[in-house]
């Protein structure tokens, strides 16, 4: 198999100097009409695609940034993506996705692949905060911000929306609707303790109102039907009368093992979610969730991680807390 043509290979097909190439790929206007047209048909018949990455590192800098997420098959981070994109279009500059998917040797792999790239900087929702490999990338200069990290120290930036907030107020709207026996449904507990942290809270200021933890694997939606067979199949009296979940995937999958069963939803079991993904509206019943504000994340995301790359050493690292909001449907309606 040939290798990739180069610049080199356009001029000698098209008899003309390598500095003339080069002014069509990048300074058009230097070179005239038929000139340009030689060349460019040239090109095209070898196939030839610029190196933007060299490009890129002779101009000292590139347009691109990279994106690591946990799944992209979940809605709320294919979403979060999606305005990543967009807040970085709008700044002339390119997002390169990966999904982790939850393993850390793929999570590595993706910062070494982009870190071999050059990318402008990196944005990353990570499995458990700050790792070894990110503090190398920290040291080698690269401009990082990560997701949904709480922690107060060290050398980076992190956006986040405020899970205790959003915890508090969903379980308070549950107890509002005369919810006692509250269920937080989500694991593992680290990656949704911030949200734990806020039911608590909530059933710490009400009389009556009690909190247990059914256990997770992941936030995949088969978790939350596992969860509501085993739910279905536990007597009516020791069932919880509410549950929060800690994503809605799992809320949905609830939900459709409750119905399924002939569980009612809300008259026998409460249910919110979190991340308002665009599912929760249309589900057998609009599922009530904690809407975390996507585009405004995806824009702080950006700004920081530009700012950083702008400024270098100079650049004041910054935790960026959100507040998300309520959004009330059917599923959480009173008993």
Same mark, same amino acid.
């Given at each position: 198999?040939?290798?990739?043509?180069?610049?080199?290979?356009?001029?000698?097909?098209?008899?003309?100097?390598?500095?003339?190439?080069?002014?069509?790929?990048?300074?058009?206007?230097?070179?005239?009409?038929?000139?340009?047209?030689?060349?460019?048909?040239?090109?095209?018949?070898?196939?030839?695609?610029?190196?933007?990455?060299?490009?890129?590192?002779?101009?000292?800098?590139?347009?691109?940034?990279?994106?690591?997420?946990?799944?992209?098959?979940?809605?709320?981070?294919?979403?979060?993506?999606?305005?990543?994109?967009?807040?970085?279009?709008?700044?002339?500059?390119?997002?390169?996705?990966?999904?982790?998917?939850?393993?850390?040797?793929?999570?590595?792999?993706?910062?070494?692949?982009?870190?071999?790239?050059?990318?402008?900087?990196?944005?990353?929702?990570?499995?458990?905060?700050?790792?070894?490999?990110?503090?190398?990338?920290?040291?080698?200069?690269?401009?990082?911000?990560?997701?949904?990290?709480?922690?107060?120290?060290?050398?980076?930036?992190?956006?986040?929306?405020?899970?205790?907030?959003?915890?508090?107020?969903?379980?308070?709207?549950?107890?509002?609707?005369? @919810?006692?026996? =509250? *269920?937080?449904? !989500?694991?593992?507990?680290?990656?949704?303790? $911030?949200?734990?942290?806020? /039911?608590?809270? +909530?059933?710490?200021?009400?009389?009556?109102?009690?909190?247990?933890?059914?256990?997770?694997?992941?936030?995949?939606?088969?978790?939350?039907?596992?969860?509501?067979?085993?739910?279905?199949?536990?007597?009516?009296?020791?069932?919880?009368?509410?549950?929060?979940?800690?994503?809605?995937?799992?809320?949905?999958?609830?939900?459709?093992?409750?119905? @399924?069963?002939? =569980? *009612?939803?809300? !008259?026998?079991?409460?249910?919110?979610?979190? $991340?308002?993904?665009?599912? /929760?509206?249309? +589900?057998?019943?609009?599922?009530?969730?904690?809407?975390?504000?996507?585009?405004?994340?995806?824009?702080?995301?950006?700004?920081?991680?530009?700012?950083?790359?702008?400024?270098?050493?100079?650049?004041?690292?910054?935790?960026?807390?959100?507040?998300?909001?309520?959004?009330?449907?059917?599923?959480?309606?009173?008993?």
């Amino acid at each position: 198999m040939a290798g990739p043509v180069g610049i080199r290979e356009v001029a000698e097909r098209a008899g003309v100097s390598v500095g003339t190439v080069s002014n069509v790929l990048n300074k058009p206007d230097l070179v005239s009409k038929r000139t340009f047209a030689k060349v460019q048909r040239v090109i095209d018949e070898l196939g030839f695609v610029r190196n933007d990455l060299a490009r890129q590192l002779k101009m000292g800098g590139g347009t691109t940034l990279g994106m690591i997420v946990l799944n992209v098959a979940n809605p709320f981070f294919a979403e979060l993506a999606h305005a990543s994109e967009a807040a970085a279009e709008q700044l002339g500059y390119t997002i390169v996705l990966g999904s982790s998917d939850q393993l850390p040797d793929r999570e590595d792999r993706y910062i070494d692949l982009f870190e071999e790239q050059r990318v402008r900087g990196m944005l990353i929702a990570s499995l458990g905060g700050m790792t070894a490999r990110m503090r190398r990338l920290r040291q080698s200069g690269m401009p990082l911000v990560l997701f949904d990290i709480r922690e107060n120290d060290g050398d980076y930036c992190s956006v986040a929306a405020d899970g205790d907030a959003g915890g508090y107020l969903a379980t308070m709207h549950l107890i509002e609707q005369g @919810r006692r026996r =509250i *269920a937080f449904l !989500g694991g593992p507990l680290h990656q949704v303790q $911030d949200r734990w942290i806020g /039911a608590m809270r +909530a059933c710490a200021e009400t009389a009556g109102a009690r909190l247990t933890h059914i256990d997770t694997a992941d936030q995949a939606i088969a978790n939350g039907r596992a969860a509501g067979d085993a739910l279905a199949a536990t007597p009516a009296a020791d069932r919880p009368d509410a549950v929060f979940a800690g994503n809605d995937l799992l809320a949905l999958g609830l939900m459709q093992s409750l119905v @399924r069963a002939g =569980i *009612a939803v809300p !008259g026998d079991i409460a249910i919110v979610g979190y $991340d308002d993904i665009d599912y /929760a509206a249309s +589900a057998v019943v609009p599922l009530s969730t904690i809407r975390q504000p996507q585009d405004d994340l995806a824009r702080e995301a950006v700004r920081l991680v530009l700012d950083e790359a702008a400024n270098g050493a100079a650049h004041q690292h910054e935790r960026v807390r959100l507040l998300p909001e309520l959004i009330v449907r059917e599923s959480s309606g009173p008993a």
